[in-house]
């Protein structure tokens, strides 16, 4: 079974996140591509029985951290989605606590706190395999704590290509996870089909 880091002692826990972090400094992580990072997660998962939240959330946003990339910009995005979501009249829950104690998912939201419907990962354009992983996760560890199911969603942020975007728009639609935008660009020109506005009010059963 694998462990989240409030399992480890805080010696292991020292160790795997110092052995993470040099590697992915060696690999060059900032420029690998998707698939590489998806290798490299695979790898510390199997080596350090980890769950990939545990190591995608717990300890390489430390990594990011520490090699100067900017959160600001994704820590504003979830603000200004969560707040979308409560003015429109949603029950949103944000960083909602999965019941593994550590990693949490960006938001839940639902008829009221206690009834979510939906689980919402808010990611990137070029990680978005990541944040499509990371929805998929939470979905089944809600299910498998409540016995409850919640639909997955991926709303991307950031630039990207009309070909890299039907490539995860389809991708999306093979997984049944609703796909939706905020503040994304595609080819330079902001995205409007799939935005949060268009989820919200319905648009996106029109395209």
Known sequence: ?????????IREREHVISTVHREAEASGW?????LRKSTLYSAWE????????????????GFDAAQGIPKKAE?????????????????????AQMWTGKERADLLIGYTIKFPTH???????DSWSEGLRQALWYQAAIFKAERRHVLPV?????????????????????NHVTL????????????????LGALINGQLLQN
């Open 46 to 61: 199997s080596q350090f029985n980890l769950t990939h939240a545990t190591l995608k959330d717990g300890i390489m946003k």
């Open 30 to 34: 900032s420029q690998l591509s998707n």
């Open 1 to 9: 079974m694998t462990r989240t880091l409030t399992e480890l002692s």
């Open 119 to 125: 689980v919402i990962e808010i990611e990137r354009a």
């Open 180 to 195: 939706s935008t905020h503040r994304l660009e595609i080819d330079g020109q902001l995205e409007n089909n799939h935005s």
């Open 154 to 174: 991926l709303i991307l942020f950031g630039n990207t290509t009309t070909e890299r975007f039907d490539q995860v728009l389809s991708t999306c639609d093979h």
């Open 75 to 95: 820590a504003e995005i979830q603000e200004e989605v969560a707040t979308i979501f409560k003015m429109a009249g949603i029950s949103t829950i944000e960083q």
